[in-house]
C-alpha cells in the first residue's frame, strides 16, 4: 500500500463520525454538538439516548428530528435534509448541518410566586390581596417548535435562561385563576388541588406556544396581607367565643377570683372598672345578704320600698388593703368597735373616687351613736 492510499484510508475512518451528547449536567435544555467546519461524513453514526432528540438544521432551516435510538446519516435516514442537500444515488459526501441535541425529560421542583400581591374578588369579603407560590415541572414537547421559537443558535441553553419566563406565565394566570375558579378565599387552604389543576389549564396554551408540556403544577400556600389575617383572627375568635354577655361575666368572675387571692392588687382590678361590674352584679342582691345569700326578690325577701333609695354595700380601705364589700348595718357593728371611723375612706357604686366615711351621707346613721374623738 502507497503512503497516498494510507493517507486516504485514515481520512476515511475519521471522517465516519459517532454524533452523541452525554449530559452530566441536571440544567441543559439544549446542546449543539460541535464538529469542525459542522461537516458530518455520510454514514455517521448519530446515537441518541432516553430523554433526548436530535435536531437538524440546514442553513437555519429545520430538517430533521430524530427520536432516540441509533441513526445512520443516509439519504433513507434523512429524507428532508437529503432534499435540501441535493442527495441523489447515495451521494456521500460530508455534508454540513447543525445538530442540537435537546432534553425531553421532566424538570421536576421548578419554583414560581407572586412577587406582588394579586387583587380577587371574594364573593364573601369583596376585594382582596392575596399572594400564593408553589413548584412546577416542565419538558420539551415538541423540540423543533422549542429551537425555532425559543433557542435560536445557542450552542448551550440552560433551565435558568427559561425560568423566569416560565414563572411569569403561570403568575400572569394565578389572578384569572383564582377569580374564574369562584372558589371562595376561607376554601381555597383546602381546594388547592383543584385550584393547580385549574391553573394548568388556563396556562398550557402559553407552554404550547414554546413547544413545552406543563404535567403538573403545585401551589403550596396562598397567604393574605397581614392585616387582614389579623382581622380574620379576630372574627374567628370572636365566632369561637360565641355570647360575648356570658364570656364578659365569666371574665368577670375569673378577675374577682385573682383578687380575692390577692388582697394587693384587689384595688388594681377595681380601678379598672371591674368594681363597677361587680356593683351591677351585687345590685341584684336584697339589702342584708351576703355574697353568696339570696337575691333581691326570693323567697322570703319584700321588695324595696318604693321610692327608696337603694343603698349599696361599701368597700373600706383598711391597713393598706381593700376590704368588702359590708352591709350598711354591718358597717354600724364596725364604726362601734372603732374599726371604722370618720376618716376611713370607703367607696360603693356609684362614687367617683375613694371618700372619708364621715363624708358620705349614706353612712351618716352609722356614726350617729358614736361619739366624735375627743378634741386635743
Request: glycine share 10%; charged share 20%; aromatic share 8%.
Given at each position: ?59 437555519g ?56 400581591p ?40 440552560t ?15 394565578i ?36 413547544g ?28 369561637i ?29 377595681v ?8 356593683g ?16 333581691a ?80
Amino acid at each position: 500500500m502507497s503512503v497516498w492510499d494510507s493517507i486516504k484510508n485514515r481520512l476515511k475512518h475519521e471522517l465516519i463520525d459517532i454524533v452523541e451528547f452525554l449530559d452530566d449536567s441536571n440544567n441543559t435544555l439544549v446542546y449543539r454538538f460541535e464538529r469542525f467546519q459542522n461537516e458530518i461524513k455520510s454514514g455517521a453514526k448519530c446515537i441518541v439516548r432516553e430523554g433526548q432528540a436530535a435536531v437538524f438544521v440546514r442553513e437555519g432551516q429545520l430538517a430533521d428530528v430524530l427520536p432516540p435510538g441509533t441513526h445512520t446519516l443516509d439519504t433513507k435516514n434523512l429524507p428532508i435534509l437529503s432534499t435540501l442537500l441535493g442527495w441523489k444515488y447515495g451521494f456521500e459526501s460530508p455534508f454540513k448541518a447543525e445538530i442540537y441535541f435537546v432534553s425531553t425529560r421532566v424538570f421536576t421542583d421548578q419554583k414560581w410566586g407572586t412577587m406582588n400581591p394579586v387583587i380577587v374578588r371574594d364573593p364573601e369579603f369583596g376585594p382582596v390581596r392575596l399572594r400564593a407560590f408553589g413548584s412546577y415541572t416542565f419538558k420539551v414537547k415538541d423540540p423543533g417548535s422549542f429551537i425555532k421559537n425559543v433557542v435560536g443558535t445557542d450552542g448551550r441553553f440552560t433551565i435558568e435562561e427559561i425560568n423566569t419566563q416560565l414563572r411569569n406565565v403561570i403568575v400572569s394566570q394565578i389572578g384569572n385563576a383564582l377569580g374564574s375558579s369562584k372558589i371562595p378565599m376561607l376554601d381555597l387552604s383546602g381546594r388547592t388541588m383543584e385550584l393547580g389543576r385549574f391553573l394548568r389549564t388556563e396556562t398550557t396554551p402559553e407552554f404550547d406556544k414554546l413547544g413545552l408540556e406543563l404535567p403538573t403544577i403545585l401551589i403550596e400556600n396562598i397567604s393574605l396581607p397581614p392585616e387582614v389575617e389579623q382581622a380574620l383572627d379576630k372574627r374567628s375568635s370572636m365566632g369561637i367565643v360565641g355570647d360575648l354577655n356570658a364570656y364578659a361575666k365569666f371574665q368577670t368572675a375569673e378577675a374577682i377570683r385573682d383578687a380575692a387571692k390577692n388582697p394587693g392588687t384587689a384595688g388594681a382590678v377595681v380601678g379598672l372598672g371591674m368594681g363597677n361590674v361587680f356593683g351591677g352584679m351585687m345590685a341584684g342582691t336584697a339589702a342584708g345578704s351576703t355574697m353568696g345569700g339570696p337575691a333581691a326578690g326570693g323567697p322570703g325577701t319584700p321588695p324595696p320600698i318604693p321610692g327608696a333609695a337603694p343603698v349599696m354595700p361599701f368597700f373600706i380601705a383598711a391597713n393598706g388593703a381593700q376590704q368588702g364589700p359590708f352591709e350598711v348595718a354591718l358597717l354600724a357593728s364596725k364604726a362601734a368597735s372603732g374599726e371604722l371611723t370618720r376618716d376611713t375612706l370607703v367607696w360603693c357604686q356609684g362614687m367617683a373616687s375613694w371618700t372619708r366615711a364621715g363624708d358620705v351621707p349614706a353612712l351618716a346613721s352609722v356614726f350617729g351613736a358614736v361619739p366624735p374623738p375627743i378634741p386635743r
